[in-house]
C-alpha cells in the first residue's frame, strides 16, 4: 500500500490543522494505521494510533485531549484533527499502517508501510 500524508503547513499557537493520510494500492487489506512525528535532531515519536475496526485508538500523553485520530474507509483515508496547537508541536508528521485487525501499536518497527512527511509548524 502506499501512503500520501498531506495537511501540514504553518499555524498559530492555539490554532488547529487537519492532517490526512490516503492510502492506495491495496486498500482491500485491513490496516492499522499511525500518526508519528520528528523534529530536527529528535527522534521520530508515537502521535496516535487507530485500528481497522475503529474502535480502538491511543494517543500519546503530549497530545492526548487535543488531538483526534480518525479514518473514511470509503476514501481510504485516515485524518489527524490537531487543536489547540503548541510550538512543541512543530515536526514533520508521518502516517503508517500495519496489515492487521483489531491490534494497534505504538512503536515505529511495528509499522510496515509508511508515507512521506508533511510539516507542521508551529510559531508563538
Known amino acids: 500500500v502506499q501512503l500520501q500524508a498531506s495537511g501540514g503547513g504553518l499555524v498559530q499557537a492555539g490554532g488547529s490543522l487537519r492532517l490526512s493520510c490516503a492510502a492506495s494500492g491495496r486498500t482491500g487489506t485491513r490496516y492499522t494505521m499511525a500518526w508519528f512525528r520528528q523534529a530536527p535532531g529528535k527522534e521520530r515519536e508515537f502521535v496516535s494510533t487507530i485500528n481497522w475496526v475503529g474502535d480502538s485508538t491511543f494517543y500519546a500523553a503530549s497530545v492526548k485531549g487535543r488531538f483526534t485520530i480518525s479514518r473514511d474507509y470509503a476514501k481510504n483515508t485516515m485524518y489527524l484533527q490537531m487543536n489547540s496547537l503548541k510550538p512543541e508541536d512543530s515536526a514533520a508528521y508521518y502516517c503508517?499502517?500495519?496489515?492487521?485487525?483489531?491490534?494497534?501499536?505504538?512503536?515505529?518497527?511495528?509499522?510496515?508501510?509508511w508515507g512521506q512527511g508533511t510539516q507542521v509548524t508551529v510559531s508563538s
Open positions: 503508517a499502517a500495519k496489515a492487521t485487525y483489531e491490534s494497534i501499536y505504538i512503536r515505529a518497527r511495528n509499522y510496515d508501510y
